[in-house]
């Protein structure tokens, strides 16, 4: 993944603000790699949460069954980051692609994710196909 990614034309987008603290920063004076693996993860789950209903959230859950990261721009010490998500407009099976970009202050892209997901069911840890009302409520 090399091409810069955007969200479609009238794709939800969901945002969220980070803004490093100074253990996320390396010996190389920036925000390390692994950190921007967390925020990833930290959007796929409150994008979740702030969409599904209580029931839907004690019902299900996501587990990441694969991340691949573009780093572009370090972000430094101080810099807020703003990330912002969508998914892909349909899932295949219990599979779902996430992208995430997240900018620097200036507006430069930091880093771009794409990550697949995996819908489980919560009471047997197994995976099961997406339904329709996931796909709309994400879309």
């Known amino acids: ?10 794709r939800q987008i969901f945002r969220l603000e ?3 603290s100074p253990a ?7 925000v390390n790699n692994v950190v921007y693996l967390r925020w990833a993860q930290d959007m796929g789950t409150a994008h979740w949460r702030s969409l599904a209903p209580p029931d839907a ?4 859950a996501w587990i990441a069954l694969r991340h691949e990261i573009d780093y572009r721009r370090a972000l ?18 219990p599979r779902y692609d996430r992208f ?5 202050p200036d507006g430069q892209m930091c880093a771009q994710i794409h990550t697949t997901w995996v819908l489980i069911e919560q009471a047997t840890g197994r995976p099961r196909r997406v339904p329709e009302w996931i796909t709309e409520m994400f879309t």
């Open 1 to 10: 993944m090399t091409k810069l990614i955007e969200p479609p034309g009238g």
């Open 18 to 20: 980070f803004s490093p």
């Open 24 to 30: 996320d920063i390396d010996e190389n004076g920036h």
């Open 57 to 60: 959230q004690a019902t299900w």
């Open 76 to 93: 430094m010490p101080g810099e807020t980051a703003q990330g912002r998500t969508w998914v892909a407009e349909t899932a295949q099976g």
């Open 100 to 104: 995430i970009r997240i900018d620097g």
